[in-house]
């Protein structure tokens, strides 16, 4: 499955603070692989053009589709 979804980078700027970068998940794109909030998530660094998200407990598609029935 090959999907892209485009999105911008947002900087949160607080008083005395030095911005802060977030790149939020596309909803369509955490339901297509049923990404959960809260989850715990890293990024791997291949090089300066491409980053990897990183789950270390990747829920079953099985389990889901019985808890769906």
Known sequence: ???QYSLKV??????KQKP????????ALAE???LEAG??????LLDR???HLIRDKVPSTRA?????H
Do not use: F, N
């Open 1 to 3: 499955m090959q999907a």
């Open 10 to 15: 947002q900087a949160i700027r607080s008083t």
């Open 20 to 27: 802060r970068l977030y790149v939020y998940l596309p909803a």
């Open 32 to 34: 297509a692989i049923s």
């Open 39 to 44: 989850e715990d998530v890293r990024w791997e």
């Open 49 to 51: 053009g491409e980053l």
């Open 64 to 68: 889901k589709q019985r808890a769906a």
